[in-house]
């Protein structure tokens, strides 16, 4: 239990100084990766053993593509509406979607196919939009307390109701978007549609980690290995692609910007 308590507020702290320090984009990257859900299923490991956390990580490979759905959903309707009409759209995609999942086989290759599908074309679509290339983040004084306590309980909870709503619904609802609907939802009730944007496409970036790391999770918990060699290797694995990958969509952002930069200016002179 108190390494339950410990750990949620040290990897919120890990978010906050990278939010401050490489601004939004990186600090949406890192709660979309399995910040949350990671914790929850080496807890859910070592209480349950490895074969129900294995089948829980399918679950979460699923869970991994609605947090996707859940940050472009928010992004898509945000343009156009208010916060409160942005985050109930999102949810509720995002439930609905996790409801669709239960019916879909408890397979590692059905998931990852799925779920890499999903975050893949999101991705496209997302970094296709029209944004600015730089977003400065928000940083709203109650925001860090919110998030420790949420996240905190958020874990207390799952790890111990799991053994009572089975390795199907401990694996998705540990993937409930829980930091990335409170940082995009402050960034958006303070004007910050930049900001908004580049967390919820950061959160995309980082489901993508998080299907790599429950990937390896799944595969790797049903072979002799100890547990936390495979969730020290699932981690390693998962930052390693996220690094990579995300590396290649900011220079996407930086192109789009400089594109939509020179048609504003081709424009004006057009208009002159």
């Not at 949620?8 to 949350?36: D, N, Y």
């Not at 998030?147 to 390795?167: A, C, N, P, R, Y």
């Not at 918990?221 to 930052?239: D, E, P």
């Not at 996407?252 to 594109?259: E, S, V």
Request: overall charge positive; some cysteine; proline content about 3%.
């Amino acid at each position: 239990m108190l390494l339950k308590l410990i750990i949620a507020p040290l990897l919120i702290l890990l978010i906050t100084f990278a939010q401050k320090r490489f601004g939004s984009f990186v600090s949406g990257i890192i709660p979309g990766l399995p910040i949350t859900s990671g914790p929850i299923s080496y807890f859910i490991a070592l209480e349950q053993g490895k074969l129900f956390a294995a089948n829980s990580a399918v679950a979460s490979l699923y869970g991994m593509s609605g947090i996707g759905l859940f940050c472009f959903s928010y992004l898509v309707v945000s343009r156009r509406f208010g916060m409160l009409k942005s985050l109930f759209t999102a949810l509720s995609i995002w439930c609905v979607f996790s409801v669709i999942t239960l019916f879909l086989p408890v397979n590692i290759i059905v998931a990852s196919v799925v779920s890499l599908c999903i975050l893949l074309g999101l991705t496209i679509i997302s970094t296709k939009l029209n944004i600015s290339a730089d977003a400065k983040p928000l940083n709203a004084r109650w925001e860090l307390p919110v998030k420790m306590i949420l996240v905190t309980s958020f874990i207390v909870l799952v790890t111990f109701i799991s053994q009572h709503i089975g390795s199907a619904w401990s694996g998705l609802i540990s993937t409930f978007p829980v930091i990335l609907a409170v940082m995009g939802s402050v960034a958006h009730f303070s004007d910050k549609q930049a900001s908004t944007f580049k967390i919820l496409n950061g959160g995309i970036i980082g489901s993508l980690g998080g299907c790599v790391f429950f990937a390896v999770i799944a595969f790797m918990l049903k072979h002799n290995f100890m547990i936390w060699q495979v969730y020290a290797t699932a981690a390693i694995c998962s930052t390693l692609f996220t690094i990579i990958f995300s590396q290649f969509i900011n220079r996407q952002f930086t192109k789009q910007a400089m594109l939509n930069t020179k048609k504003a200016v081709l424009k004006i002179d057009s208009l002159g």
